[in-house]
C-alpha cells in the first residue's frame, strides 16, 4: 500500500518539511509537502533525504570488540555490560573520568536524555558539536544580548532593507533559506556577502567584501568607526536600550578603513561603502555561520557582529535580527536541552545553587554536579592524557568532524571503554568497544528545533531495519540499567512533557501540541496556550537589566599565518550536495554521483606559480599532516588562500587550537604548503 507520512529533513537547521512516500511500509521517495517554513520547496539532500534510510550499511544489531573484531551480541548483554563498566570505570576512577558526546542530529529527546544521564553519574562532560560550530555564538550572544539563539524569524527577511551576510554560504548551506534571501531583493534589499571566497552566495550580492581568513574583527570594527565617525547610529536605540557604547566609540578609533585595509585585504574605499549601505537601510539583518565562528577569536567575533546590529537598532523589531544560521537539524535544540557542559536544559546555569535544586527535584536526586565538565576538545584531550577513561558517543563521529585527527584517534584509542550509538558503522565506531544500531530520523519520534527556535514534531514513518532502536529506547534502558532514578519513560512523549518541566522556554511546547500544529512553536513558550515566540528582544534583552551590552573586541591574528615553509592559508567550506561527514549524505547514490570527491580550490596566480594545471592532484600539507586531493584552479579565492571542503576527510590537516572563551577549534585557519603530484 502506498502512504504518504509528514516528515522533517534530517540534514540542515532549516527545519523543512516533506513527504515521505512508503509502499508496503518501505520508503520509496521524497514528495513536496505544501506549507512549512520551506513553502513546499527542497535542496538536493532533503530531495535525498530517504536514500541512505535502506542502504546495506545500516547497523541491525549491537556489536562487541573482541580479538577477532566486532562480534554481534544481544541488547540485554550489551546494555547491561556497559552499565557495569561505566559504574566500574566511575567507582574506580571517579565520575569525572566518564564523558558524553551528544547529538545534533538527535531528537531533543534524545539530547535531554543523555545530558541527564550524564548529570545522574556525577558529571557535567557532556558536550555535542555544537562546539565546533556555533559553540561562539553561545558565548557571544549571551554575553551581548542574552539569548544564544536567532533573534527573529525566517520571515523577517524579506521586510529587511540591508542583509550582512559574513562568513555563511547559504546558497550552499541552507539553500531553501535562499528563498527569503532573494525575496529581500526583489523587495529592495541590499545584499553585503562578507567572506574569504566568491562564493555562490556572492553571485547575488551587491558588495562582496574579500577579507583575508581570520580578520573579521578588524572589518567589523572599521564598519563601526565609520558609522560612529558618520553618526550613522542608532542613537535613541544605543541610549534607551544598550549599554558600553562609549567603550565601543574608544574601542574602534584606530580600526580606520585604511589600516582595515591593509590587515583584510578589502578595499577601504569599499569598506565605507558597505559600512554606510548597512548604517543607512533603516532595517537590516546579519547573518552568519562557520566562516565567522570557528577561529580561535570566534566568540569575540560573534561579539562585533552583535555591536554592529546593536548600534544601528537593528535587533527586535520586524526585518531586523542576529541571525546564526545552524548547521546540522538539531543544534538548536541540543544547546536548549543542555549537551552542553556549564548548563542545564533551558541555559540555567550549573553553578547556579537555585536553578539545579530545582532540576535535581524533578530528576528525583537530591543534588547535581555544579562543576562545569569538559567540552569536546577537552574531552579529547583528557583522554589523550589518560584523565578520561569512558566516552559514550551517540550520533556524532570526531574522527572526521574533529580537528586534528590523528590526535583524535590516538585519543580515543586511549580509552578504557568507548561506545558508539549510531545508525552506520562510521570511522568513530570503527575504533568502539561497543556498537549500538539506532534508528534513523523517519523511524522514530521526537522534537527537533530549527534555526528560528521552531520546534517541530518528527512523526514516524517506518520500522528500523534489524533491531536498531530509537535512541531515546536505548538511552532508557541504559538508565535503568545504571539504576538511575526516574528513568520508566512508557514512550517518548513522557520525555517531551519532562522537558515542559524543566526547561523553562519549552514549558507550553507539549508533544500533543506539537502533534497537532504540524508547523511548529518557536521558543520561548510559557505556557499550553501561548503562540509562542516570533521575535526576542521586542521590548528588553534576555540580559538581568534589559539592555544590551555592547562589548567592545580587539583583533587577535590567527594562532598559525604563514610562513616560508607553510605559505599559503587553508580554510575549509561546506558544499551542496554532502554533509558534514558524508555518513549519510554520501550514501545516497544520487548525491555521491554528482558530488564525488574531494578537492581544493587554489587561486590562477599560485596554480601558476607551482605549475599546477586545473584537475591535477595536489598534496596539502599543514603541521598536523597531508591529504591528496584535485586543484580546482580559480579566481574564487585570492592569492594565498587554499580552500577545501572538509567533507572528505580534510580534518587531518585542520588546528586544533581553541577560542579561549568558546573553546572551539580554529578550523578556519590554518598554515598550509601545496605539493604537485601531478595527474589527474
Ligand atoms: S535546506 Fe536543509 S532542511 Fe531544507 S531540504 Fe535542504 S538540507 Fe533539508
Redesign the pocket.
Known sequence: MEEFKIGL?P??????R?YIKTLNGQPIGIEPYPGGV?EGK??????A?VDFLRHKDRLKKPLKRTENGFVEISWEQAIKEIAEKLLEIREKYGPDTLGFFSSARCSNEENYLLQKIARLLGTNNVDHCARLCHASTVVGLAQTVGAAAQSGSYTDIPKAKVLLIWGYNPSET????MRYILRARDNGAKIIVVDPRKTRTVWFADMHLQLKPGTDIVLANAMMHVIIEERLYDREFIMNRTKGFEKLIAAVQKYTPEYAEEITGVPAKLIREAAITFATAGRGIVMWAMGLTQHVTGAANVKALADLALICGYVGREGTGLFPMRGQ?NVQGACDMAALPNVFPGYQKVTDDEKRKHVAEIWGVEDLPSKPGLTIPEMIDAAAKGELKALYIMGENPVMSDPNTKHVIEALKNLELLVVQDIFLTETAELAHYVLPAAAYAEKEGSFTASERRVQWNFKAIEPPGEAKPDWEILTMLGKALGLPKFDYSDVEDITREITLVAPQYRGITPERLKREVMGVQWPCPSEDHPGTPRLHVERFATPDGKANIIPVEFKPPAEEPDEEYPFILTTFRIVGQ?HTLTMSNRSESLKKRWSSPYAQISPEDAKKLGIQDGEMIRIVTRRGSYTCRAVVTEDVSEGVIAVPWHWGANILTNDVLDPEAKIPELKVAACRVEKIGGC
Open positions: 529533513c540534514y540542515c537547521g532549516m527545519g523543512c516533506f520551506n527542497l535542496c538536493p539532500k532533503g530531495v533525504a541552507h539553500p531553501v533559506l537539524n554533509y
